[in-house]
């Protein structure tokens, strides 16, 4: 008995993680775990083994108390974005392909843009344990805006190099700022997954105007259970419901016991030549009732 809940230690594992700014990538593959793993351990959904604790502690270099010790008072709150990087060559090419797909569209003005990134960055999480850009997306009132700091240096920079031109229009009498691409992005700057989440996004949402999408993404669970002006968490895409989660329920219960299976393989010694003698040399006794 630890006297401290296993979401409780989920949270300081994940806190743990996101101060050495590792992902979950990283730490299934120090734990020889599945990413998926990872995240049921951070989300108090699945108890951590002596194995993996004794792992978990040299691999980040700290005592088992700082795992499992109960402390006289909650841990220091971190930012939800503490662990995510930044990319601003890779929102570049995002917006590029973006526009390619949905710029001339008269529904698309900088308000559907913006909440298309945001499916974009949030659909690549939930799948892979990274999102395309590392933006940060703030909740405001009518949905998720883009952090300044980030996409206006950006917009800038391509606005100066001539790869995108700022078009201001009315629609349906109310005004719109729109972005044109002025070239193709880079063919190997995302990779084919990433592509196919775009695509995706783009099929599912592109059609869909300010007033829709934002009644849309009012429902998805990380801008719903983030506080008004603050930063989305994107480890919150794993709540997801339909019809915003990617997987079923029946997926994500077979994905858990494929992990959970393959985790447990991974503990098991090789078979022995003496152990596979004796399995070889058992009889038969298929045929019996």
């Given at each position: 008995?630890?006297?401290?809940?296993?979401?409780?230690?989920?949270?300081?594992?994940?806190?743990?993680?996101?101060?050495?700014?590792?992902?979950?990538?990283?730490?299934?593959?120090?734990?020889?775990?599945?990413?998926?793993?990872?995240?049921?351990?951070?989300?108090?959904?699945?108890?951590?083994?002596?194995?993996?604790?004794?792992?978990?502690?040299?691999?980040?270099?700290?005592?088992?108390?700082?795992?499992?010790a109960p402390l006289q008072q909650k841990p220091k709150e971190r930012t939800a974005q503490s662990g995510m990087r930044f990319q601003p060559e890779k929102l570049c090419q995002l917006l590029?392909?973006?526009?390619?797909?949905?710029?001339?569209?008269?529904?698309?003005?900088?308000?559907?843009?913006?909440?298309?990134?945001?499916?974009?960055?949030?659909?690549?999480?939930?799948?892979?344990?990274?999102?395309?850009?590392?933006?940060?997306?703030?909740?405001?009132?009518?949905?998720?805006?883009?952090?300044?700091?980030?996409?206006?240096?950006?917009?800038?920079?391509?606005?100066?190099?001539?790869?995108?031109?700022?078009?201001?229009?009315?629609?349906?009498?109310?005004?719109?700022?729109?972005?044109?691409?002025?070239?193709?992005?880079?063919?190997?700057?995302?990779?084919?997954?990433?592509?196919?989440?775009?695509?995706?996004?783009?099929?599912?949402?592109?059609?869909?105007?300010?007033?829709?999408?934002?009644?849309?993404?009012?429902?998805?669970?990380?801008?719903?259970?983030?506080?008004?002006?603050?930063?989305?968490?994107?480890?919150?895409?794993?709540?997801?419901?339909?019809?915003?989660?990617?997987?079923?329920?029946?997926?994500?219960?077979?994905?858990?016991?494929?992990?959970?299976?393959?985790?447990?393989?991974?503990?098991?010694?090789?078979?022995?030549?003496?152990?596979?003698?004796?399995?070889?040399?058992?009889?038969?006794?298929?045929?019996?009732?």
């Amino acid at each position: 008995m630890t006297g401290i809940s296993p979401k409780e230690i989920g949270s300081r594992i994940r806190q743990l993680r996101m101060e050495r700014e590792l992902s979950q990538d990283d730490l299934a593959k120090a734990l020889g775990v599945h990413r998926q793993t990872v995240s049921l351990l951070e989300q108090g959904k699945r108890e951590l083994t002596a194995i993996e604790l004794d792992t978990l502690t040299k691999f980040l270099q700290i005592s088992y108390d700082d795992v499992l010790a109960p402390l006289q008072q909650k841990p220091k709150e971190r930012t939800a974005q503490s662990g995510m990087r930044f990319q601003p060559e890779k929102l570049c090419q995002l917006l590029l392909t973006l526009l390619q797909q949905v710029g001339g569209f008269a529904n698309v003005g900088e308000t559907v843009l913006y909440k298309l990134l945001y499916f974009c960055d949030f659909n690549q999480y939930e799948k892979t344990g990274h999102s395309i850009t590392g933006m940060t997306y703030k909740r405001m009132q009518f949905g998720p805006v883009p952090q300044l700091s980030h996409f206006a240096p950006v917009m800038e920079m391509m606005l100066q190099k001539r790869q995108v031109e700022k078009v201001q229009h009315e629609y349906y009498g109310m005004p719109q700022t729109r972005y044109i691409p002025l070239c193709d992005p880079s063919p190997h700057m995302l990779s084919e997954e990433e592509q196919c989440t775009i695509q995706n996004v783009v099929k599912d949402l592109g059609h869909l105007n300010a007033t829709q999408i934002e009644e849309y993404v009012h429902g998805d669970v990380p801008w719903e259970a983030t506080e008004p002006n603050k930063a989305i968490d994107y480890e919150l895409v794993h709540w997801r419901t339909e019809p915003y989660a990617l997987r079923s329920e029946e997926e994500i219960l077979t994905m858990v016991q494929d992990a959970a299976a393959a985790d447990i393989a991974n503990d098991l010694e090789p078979m022995t030549k003496e152990e596979y003698a004796y399995y070889m040399s058992l009889p038969d006794l298929s045929y019996e009732a």
